[in-house]
């Protein structure tokens, strides 16, 4: 009679599950345990909040939809928080387990907390085994090892392209038999966390209405949305062309917070885009969605390649000759959405208001931050770690450094802010969407309502620095010193 415990990390799924599956086929019984780790319910770099309310609304429900797909396997989640280097260990004791199954990560603080589980475990003469299950291209797969990859995109795509092939998804083991034949969760130590134990209250986790989307955690929800998206609304075929959207449900696929949980396979979206590509059309939209997904990839495998150096201010390309600023009051009229810049405010307030922004909108923002303002990077970075309803430490850090110059890009580019507003929101819906105060302004002035003489402010009933404020920089001095 053996026993597997298998530690959920950020692969809350069913589906496609290597290390799940494994564990079913080799085990007679199966213990499937989440351990909440204490550093998520703190403060994370510059006294920020690690997880922000929204985010942590989409893990709890990711557990409870977990929990639920394996009580329909005749299985149970266990969950428990503290330190995994001591909890995991110690329910494998408490299990009689004779191995322990989990997901590999490739970021520092997921790697030394597999560090300190692996070594209680081998203290205890516990077996450990660790599974890849989180990218398109399988780690093994990959034409050359993550240490040894290109640092530019464009030439690793080629290579991995050309020499590597998406693994096909596996279904969901049918039954997960739980120990004791069947024995739930208890109620106390097992309950599913609550916004409480990351110190908010109910209301702060509200999606406001504006949204794009009423966010739901799970791999029941983000199975729906595949769904709802490419066969329902038929939007691939034509996502290339509407992927630079800013408002709505469907110019973007949106499956970005249920892949950084691992409520979906990226290779389960493979598969769905292949069908469609069989069923419906072959285009290249069907090819941008793999794209995209192969850029989170190349993060993934950049973030394992250099490890720590991605959190430092001169990122990997060891940069000391920026001067990085910390002002703080700066920092927070960024944050709060109260530059005085509409475009950078719309995106803030959305992502406070919702936990996503799109694409665009972040890139905006982030060189916003640390291109004309000059304030750390990573004070920009931190607070998208607290806020964003599907911050991956890869995508977040790795484009971070990109916008920040101190990342894979070698051009130094950065956004011209009114030029991206104008080409991206001509009418200007967007920005009078999260800055309503600005909608009495005609197009022209909504993205640079600066321009307005003192007669066309009192017109309009918008008084800079009274009901919108004036900028927080001379915004074209600021390029000047890039240029
Ligand atoms: C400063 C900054 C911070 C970011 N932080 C995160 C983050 O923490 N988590 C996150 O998932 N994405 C992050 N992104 C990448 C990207 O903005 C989001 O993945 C995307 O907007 C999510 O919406 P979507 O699922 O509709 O994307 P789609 O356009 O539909 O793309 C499909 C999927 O491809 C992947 N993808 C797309 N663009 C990127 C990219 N540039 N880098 C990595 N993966 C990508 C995502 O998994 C996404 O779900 C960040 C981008 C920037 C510029």
Redesign the pocket.
Same mark, same amino acid.
């Given at each position: 009679m053996s026993t597997v415990l298998v530690w959920f990390r950020r692969d809350l799924r069913c589906h496609d599950n290597a290390t799940l599956r494994r564990a079913v086929a080799e085990a007679d019984t199966v213990v499937p345990l989440y351990c909440l780790p204490d550093r998520l319910t703190g403060e994370g770099m510059f006294g920020l909040d690690r997880v922000g309310p929204h985010r942590a609304q989409f893990l709890i429900e990711s557990l409870a939809d977990l929990r639920e797909s394996l009580r329909d396997r005749d299985g149970e989640l266990y969950v428990r928080s503290g330190d995994p280097g001591t909890v995991v260990p110690e329910a494998a004791e408490e299990f009689d387990a004779d191995a322990v199954y989990w997901q590999a990560l490739p970021g520092p603080e997921e790697r030394d907390e597999a560090g300190s589980v692996r070594a209680g475990l081998a203290d205890a003469g516990i077996d450990s085994e660790t599974f890849w299950t989180h990218t398109l291209y399988h780690r093994d797969d990959l034409p050359r090892p993550p240490d040894e990859i290109e640092d530019t995109f464009t030439p690793w795509k080629d290579r991995t392209e050309a020499k590597a092939t998406v693994r096909p998804p596996k279904p969901a083991p049918e039954w997960v038999h739980a120990p004791n034949g069947g024995r739930r969760a208890s109620s106390g130590a097992d309950d599913l966390p609550t916004l409480a134990d990351f110190g908010f209250g109910e209301d702060e986790a509200t999606v406001d209405d504006r949204g794009v989307l009423d966010w739901t955690g799970g791999e029941t929800a983000g199975l729906d949305r595949v769904a709802t998206y490419v066969w329902e609304r038929d939007c691939l075929r034509e996502?290339r062309e509407t992927?630079n959207g800013l408002v709505g449900a469907d110019? @973007?696929?949106?499956?970005?917070?249920w892949?950084?949980f691992g409520c979906l396979s990226?290779r389960q979206?493979h598969r769905e885009v292949e069908q469609y590509e069989t069923d419906r059309v072959e285009n290249d939209s069907t090819y941008w969605?793999v794209f995209?997904?192969t850029?989170?990839d190349?993060?993934q495998y950049q973030l394992a390649k250099y490890g720590a150096k991605w959190f430092q201010p001169g990122g990997i390309r060891d940069r000391d000759d920026i001067r990085w600023r910390r002002d703080r009051a700066q920092f927070e009229r960024w944050a709060r959405g109260e530059t005085g810049i509409p475009f950078v405010d719309a995106n803030m307030r959305e992502l406070n208001a919702t936990g996503?922004?799109?694409?665009r909108g972040?890139?905006n923002?982030?060189s916003f931050l640390s291109n004309n303002l000059r304030i750390d990077w990573r004070l920009?970075?931190a607070y998208?770690?607290s806020r964003?309803v599907?911050?991956?430490?890869? @995508?977040?850090w790795?484009?971070?450094a990109?916008?920040s110059q101190v990342g894979n890009d070698s051009r130094d580019s950065y956004f011209e802010i009114v030029g991206q507003a104008t080409h991206y929101d001509p009418e200007g819906a967007y920005v009078t969407r999260w800055c309503p105060e600005l909608s009495a302004l005609p197009p022209e002035y909504v993205h640079e309502p600066w321009t307005m003489s003192e007669h066309e402010q009192a017109d309009y009933g918008v008084e800079l620095g009274t009901d919108y404020p004036a900028p927080m920089i001379d915004l074209e001095a600021s390029y000047e010193k890039l240029r």
């Open positions: 996502y992927r110019y @973007s696929s949106k499956f970005s917070p892949l950084s990226p979206i969605l995209e997904l850029w989170r190349f993060f996503y922004v799109s694409n972040r890139q923002v982030a920009g970075a998208f770690e964003l599907d911050y991956d430490v890869a @995508s977040n790795c484009n971070w990109y916008q």
